[in-house]
């Protein structure tokens, strides 16, 4: 248990938002250190480059592998990207084998949802579990399925797509083309449009100063429904309705040990899982149901860049990292 | 290839309706013989065995194993029936160990629509696939998912509830204690539900005829829209939207290679299928809808019993049956 094999560290990069998140984990799941730094539009290896040789030198045993946990799809047979949409700077070429050039490191490239989901399910709210789906809501809304310990891709890698399940076929035009996606009604856009539409017909919220000054967030929908305004709770609540009956199809179809659900709509707590809860129990088949626990994700930001660390430390172990 | 062991034959047997329907199987999944029985409320062991010995009479090569098919909840583990509602009459004990003490032969229990779905996976209309998801619409809706060639039980047995997926959240009230289920709108007592109410509504149909002398089946309905009824057509469209609907989202959340759908319902053929596609093509996520093949079933009522079969073969080869 004391050879410097064991003891060597991994790096995770998440490449999901406006920022590059890095974190140097142990083998054994523990964070020791975290990097951050803006994405401009420029060379994002370079960029990812200069992260993980920050996060090398603060590395005591050394650093192992590295994974990252990118906005498109992967093909997990060869870890090219294929698509990539969702990233700061377009990706030619091969990232994983630039990346492995200019670090030296065992390289894996993941989707950011898939990678969150093996970060919970590591060392977060997964833990203990076989069988999981992951939600993370929050700009978009994504969603991974992790059965028997491993991430299930699906046929052509786009398994979970839990934001563009139809929850209300009567509802609004989806940027996907359908109408009625959860996403339509659940991601923070999307609590922000629907609450301004709402205060439109009857302002009497908190929020009514807020809107009338600037922007507000999800984030301040949340906030203001902790702080007990009714109409923002009345919003949060039927965000959480919406979120539930999506979920209550996963547990009917999937059957899964666990759901853990995690990004920024979540942070508003139990005032929004207890709604999911309710709603899934109510709508999922009951003995479904009752073999599903639904839980909050534990990792907070940190989920995607653990979880991209912990693909590279299994990967690295069986393997498969090039 | 010519070994004795390699052309003994399989039973497998389908308990899931009012009758008692086995087949003897060649090893490569031909059927040999078929069996049929009414299934009286008496000893079902008793009447399982009988039909067995008449069809170990019709082999050639002699019986290596029997699968049955349920309508209930087989405990993968322990081969133990844990819920048997649908069963016509009780099963107290161990309906594994007693079919065995019974025949002599090895014994593999499956819930039905997971049987069903095995059999059109191996040699139906899923052959060739490695991840299928199955549909099987009659008097009520199952479903069963295969992921890389085996079935996918789930955390407690029920994946793949298809029928108690929410399709319309202001919908009718389900047995389930739902409202809006698939089943609530598309199973075959459902579809005449809604045709009758319709009917009332603005009868101008061949089926208003029908109406008044007796009661209409949903197959009467198909069999009507075949004939150019554009109102009974119109009750198969749209009940092939509403299954299109809990299409997508099966296609979201496992992106799989092919959906499978059979059933008595399924026997409008196109004029369901065609409706199916369409909105599932409308409602899917596009990268997900364009990896999957949505196909009709194609072995009919042998589904059940051959896939039971066929699980009787792989679990006698990997020693999993008792």
Not at 105 to 124: K, Q, S, W
Not at 144 to 154: R, S, V
Not at 300 to 321: E, F, N, P, Y
Request: charged share 20%.
């Amino acid at each position: 248990m004391t050879s410097p094999e064991q003891t060597k560290d991994y790096i995770g990069v998440d490449v999901s938002g406006a920022a590059l998140r890095a974190a140097l984990v142990s083998s054994g799941g523990q964070v020791v250190e975290r990097r951050e730094a803006a994405l401009d539009g420029g060379d994002l290896v370079a960029q990812i480059t200069r992260i993980v040789a920050e996060l090398r030198d603060a590395s005591r045993g050394g650093v192992a592998a590295l994974g990252v946990g990118i906005p498109g799809l992967v093909n997990p047979e060869t870890g090219r990207v294929i698509i990539s949409s969702g990233l700061p700077s377009a990706v030619s070429g091969d990232l994983q084998a630039e990346l492995k050039g200019a670090t030296g490191l065992p390289v894996t490239l993941e989707n950011d949802a898939n990678a969150g989901a093996f970060g919970e399910y590591t060392i977060g709210a997964g833990r203990g579990s076989r069988n999981m789906f992951y939600v993370t809501i929050g700009a978009g809304i994504g969603g991974a399925i992790i059965l028997d310990g491993k991430l299930w891709h699906g046929a052509s890698g786009f398994a979970g797509e839990f934001g563009h399940i139809t929850i209300d076929p009567e509802g609004i035009e989806c940027t996907c083309g359908n109408t009625g996606c959860l996403e339509t009604v659940a991601s923070a856009p999307n609590i922000v449009r629907r609450t301004h539409e709402r205060l439109y017909r009857d302002g009497t919220s908190s929020l009514s100063r807020l809107a009338m000054n600037k922007e507000f967030t999800a984030a301040d929908v949340a906030r203001e429904a902790r702080n007990g305004d009714d109409f923002a709770l009345l919003m949060i609540e039927r965000t959480g309705r919406s979120i539930g009956t999506a979920v209550a199809a996963v547990i009917n179809l999937l059957n899964p040990e666990r759901i853990v659900l995690g990004g920024g709509v979540m942070e508003a707590g139990a005032l929004i899982l207890d709604p999911i809860i309710r709603v899934a129990g109510r709508r999922a088949f009951q003995p479904c149901f009752e073999a599903t626990q639904i839980v909050a994700a534990s990792l907070g930001t940190d989920a995607v860049s653990t979880g991209a660390a912990m693909l590279a430390r299994d990967a690295t172990s069986s393997s498969k990292a090039v």
